[in-house]
């Protein structure tokens, strides 16, 4: 009798369950994910939870292919050579295979007072505390949102629907992916909301204060909450285990998502930089990322050679509160075309959007390789092999 093979996945979001899911086509797999948190959840809806319109998660058994584990837990090391993962809980785990999917963050802000007074909305437990501190608040309390892109607008236009007094400091250009259109269609949803919009060089915020905020240009804004969502980051897991990562610590990998320290570990999801050139992070290239690494893995153990990553975009869709939208069209390279939809047609499509990527993880977990991906971002124009951003100890 074959031996099964032990295939570990680190992280349970959109790439680590897609990949989780698409191994289920070899019966001799032996899948375990490891995610600190025991329930799915949706980032994409966390400025819904925050405003009281969605749970944002979703229970693992309704998403998991029947024999794959869970072990809620997190991975503190990996040990590349002895093929072994060490747990916050105590003990390791062995594996033949791994993939590295830990996803993203917010990125901790250096800004004084940030750490102490702003609320972070990037993972599920910032989120739920935010959501406790506006039920406390009064609700004529003003808010601040600092951030201007996809994150910052979501949570604004949710918060403001609701009718919360709130500003958004943009720290530079509104909505900077979209092509002018669909930014003045956006700026001109949020002011319908009721939300004031500071942009421009000097709309960086220099400090944070338990009741007011203060700009590049010294002004003074009343912020009884402040909502940091400027920045994302990913875990130093790679970083601190000794594998090769670019600056941001993103796991380095060659084109078919192979780590180029070791053909045993593969990564998707925001946490990778495959020749050394991260696509957009996103569930709209998470997950395609998550198949192919569980692709490049299942091409290898039957011998064939992986194919080149080749991952398409169709755009961004941008939330405006739970009746209105904006979706710009993008190239397949992930560049914004003039084009943009905007109005309750774009929000019925993005609350397609949000539903379709749930949807498309259960149908690997019943039916694993039945999704395709979008195609055609032209990724193998240019690309140099990946050069180590720091040196292995």
Known sequence: MTENIDVVVIGGGYAGIAAANR??????????????????????????????TSQAVVEYDTMLG???????????????????????SGGTISY??????????????????????????????????????LAEADPAAPITVVGGGPTGIETAAELAETG??????????????????ARRSVARQLTRLGVTIIDGPQSKVT?????????AD?????????????????????????????????????ETLTSIDDPHIFAAGD????????????????????LHAADTLLNRLASAEPSLLNIGFVGQS???????????????????????????????????????TINTLCAESHNPGSTSTIKGGNRQRRLAPPTASRQLS
């Not at 919360?164 to 259109?181: F, W």
């Open 96 to 133: 033949d295979y791994l993939i590295y999917a830990v996803g993203s963050r917010n990125a901790a802000p250096t800004v004084p007072g940030a750490a102490e007074y702003a609320y972070g909305i990037a993972e599920f437990e910032q989120a739920d505390r935010l959501r406790a501190a």
């Open 207 to 215: 400090t944070v204060h338990s009741t007011h905020i203060t700009l």
């Open 164 to 181: 919360r007094p709130l500003t958004l400091i943009c720290g530079g250009q509104l909505a900077p992916y979209l092509q002018p259109p």
């Open 218 to 254: 010294d002004r003074t804004l009343p912020s009884e909450i402040t909502i940091w969502t400027a920045g994302f980051t990913v875990p130093d897991l790679a970083t601190r285990s000794g594998l090769h990562t670019d600056p941001q610590g993103r796991l380095l990998t060659d």
């Open 271 to 290: 946490a990778t930089a495959p020749s050394g050139q991260p696509l957009r992070m996103s569930c709209q290239a998470a997950i395609p990322l998550g």
């Open 318 to 356: 941008l939330s405006l509160g739970r009746k209105k939208a904006t979706i710009q069209i993008a190239h397949l390279n992930d560049t914004a075309m003039r084009p943009y939809l905007a109005g309750r047609l774009a929000a019925t499509i993005k609350e397609a959007v949000c539903k379709s």
């Open 66 to 88: 029947a024999g794959i584990s869970l072990i809620v837990d997190e991975v503190t090391t990996i040990d590349a050579a002895g093929r072994t993962v060490a747990l916050l």
């Open 23 to 52: 191994l289920r086509s070899r019966a001799d797999l032996s899948i375990t994910v490891i995610n600190p948190r025991p329930r799915f959840v949706e980032r994409i809806r966390l400025h819904q939870l925050v405003a009281g």
